[in-house]
């Protein structure tokens, strides 16, 4: 058995140190510290249960076995109480006495266990003289030593280090619980909503051989089987589209798409992403599935839909929501018409007389130079459940061109809490002119966007042996969260990515 500080740095944690001296001591006197078996018969939630109005002062007769983290404990005389802590925030007070578990075993509970330590306690349940639900404990027994103290009970962990250690905010942060509660309950309730829409859910591949699907920078790795490069994915679409083409005609994926692109306190490089495909349905039948959905995982998981925001005041999302045009607003916003005749010049002129910045290296052109415009004059001031509709061609080269009006598509963003949280199109199915514009979406590239999306040549087959009439949706699972609970990005998801220290 090696000694207590063999192999450790002189400039550990002093708290750190007599943890491990009281591990090794443990484990000298043949008491593991880490038992592979306990004899549980009541996690703490079904203690507190089965005795909701136990008379102060009284003893029950039923004894239980009951595990937890210690969050809290007062050392006396002959009585110590500590309060246990399970997993799902369940707390509940053990005793442990003189007259219950010997001398030995009180003075050991005195020396060994500390703050953050998981016991185990068998006993009686009781109530105490102040009416405390509590096991009087006959035994215990250390079930996991902890090295590390917890963060001070009164000194709130920062940001930075809740997400660093989640694992040290669940345990010590009742809303991080609630929070990775919330995200699953709000994943449950999309797959009940679109189940019960008939949508049909299937899985697509992560590695790709095209990175298509999104205007955005892939993460790229080889594959030594295939001697190829692979792609993460940065959306399903085109595999989804691919199912459509095959008869499903209405379908979803909830998953993970991965970008390779800035990370803040709306973007992830690794998020979950929910898309859906509906044949024969066009983007405004996507528009209102899209707002029954929100509200209905409002309804289920949050259990409103007027959603609290930092300043006390509330945020509605209930009935109808707001719906504008992108040309249109974009011309009210500057106080000229913008059409998609517009001239690069002309747009290129207004962008330096707002102070909009243009990257001179990525070959903008009319589309993007627009989206930039209607982002710095419109979607900034964005407040209520907004539509925005009607995007340049240039930019969406996956959707059909619009029934009514030249030179736009059938593409609608939503908007909510001033964040885009969703897209949907009318989808583009004839295989010729997405053929032409993929050859577009190439020249871009060459031009020197980065975001543009490669031709791809199986799912042009595909749409040739011919693709009904389709509606397409995209929504964020992680800014769904932001928007339903007004938490940062970093917050919604239980590990983000952070970088390294030293790095």
């Known amino acids: 058995m090696s000694s207590a500080g063999q192999d450790l740095p002189n400039d550990i944690p002093e708290q750190y140190r007599i943890r491990r001296d009281k591990r090794a001591r443990l484990l000298a006197e043949g008491r593991d510290p880490y038992p ?41 005389g002959k009585l110590c109480f500590a309060t246990l802590q399970e997993g799902d925030g369940a707390q509940l007070q053990v005793m442990i006495s003189l007259a219950g578990v010997g001398q030995d075993a009180l003075d050991a509970w005195k020396a060994d266990v500390d703050i953050g330590d998981i016991v185990y306690v068998h006993g009686e349940v009781i109530s105490s003289r102040r009416g405390e639900l509590s096991v009087l404990g006959d035994s215990w027994q250390m ?4 090295l590390r103290p917890l963060p001070v009970a009164h000194k709130e962990m920062n940001e930075e280090s809740r997400v660093r250690q989640r694992y040290v905010d669940l345990i010590v942060r009742p809303q991080a619980r609630e929070v990775a509660r919330q995200r699953i309950a709000v994943i449950r309730a999309i797959r009940t909503a679109l189940e019960q829409r008939g949508f049909f859910e299937v899985e697509t591949p992560m590695l790709q051989t095209l990175a298509g699907g999104a205007a ?53 490089p690794e998020f979950s992403m929910l898309e859906t495909y509906q044949a024969y349905g066009t983007y405004d039948d996507s528009a209102v599935v899209t707002r029954e959905l929100i509200q209905q995982v409002a309804d289920e998981a949050i259990g409103t839909r007027q959603l609290p925001l930092p300043d006390g005041s509330v945020y509605d999302i209930d009935g109808e929501w707001t719906s504008i045009q992108m040309y249109p607003s974009l011309s009210d916003a500057v106080g000229e018409e913008i059409t998609p005749d517009t001239t690069v010049d002309r747009l290129l002129h207004l962008a330096g007389e707002l102070g909009v910045e243009i990257p001179a290296d990525r070959g903008y052109g009319h589309g993007k130079l627009v989206e930039e415009l209607w982002e710095h004059t419109v979607g900034a001031g964005l407040s209520a459940p907004t539509f925005v509709r009607d995007f340049p061609v240039e930019t969406t080269p996956l959707t059909r061109q619009h029934r009514s009006i030249p030179g736009v598509t059938e593409k609608w963003d939503l908007y909510l809490r001033g964040v885009e949280l969703a897209t949907g199109y009318s989808e583009l199915v004839d295989p010729v002119i997405q053929r032409e514009r993929f050859a577009a979406q190439a020249r871009a590239a060459a031009a020197g966007d980065d975001e543009a999306m490669a031709l791809d040549e199986d799912f042009l087959t595909a749409l040739e042996y011919g693709m009904p009439p389709c509606t397409g949706t995209g929504m964020g699972i992680d800014r769904l969260l932001m928007a339903l609970t007004g938490l940062s990005i970093r917050e919604t998801v239980l590990f983000p990515i952070v970088r390294p220290h030293g790095n």
Do not use: M, Q
Not at 227 to 255: Q, S, T
């Open 36 to 76: 592979v078996v306990l004899d549980r018969t009541h996690t703490l939630a079904e203690v507190r249960a089965a005795y909701p109005d136990l008379a102060t002062d009284s003893t029950t007769g039923d004894v239980v076995g009951i595990a937890g983290r210690v969050i809290f404990i007062r050392n006396s």
């Open 143 to 146: 079930a996991s030593k902890a």
């Open 216 to 268: 955005a920078r892939p993460f790229v790795t080889h594959s030594n089987a295939l001697d190829i490069d692979l792609y993460l994915r940065i959306a399903p679409e085109l595999f989804l589209k691919r199912c459509v083409v095959g008869g499903f005609d209405r379908v979803f994926e909830l998953n993970r798409v991965f970008r390779n692109e800035g990370a803040d306190s709306t973007h992830s």
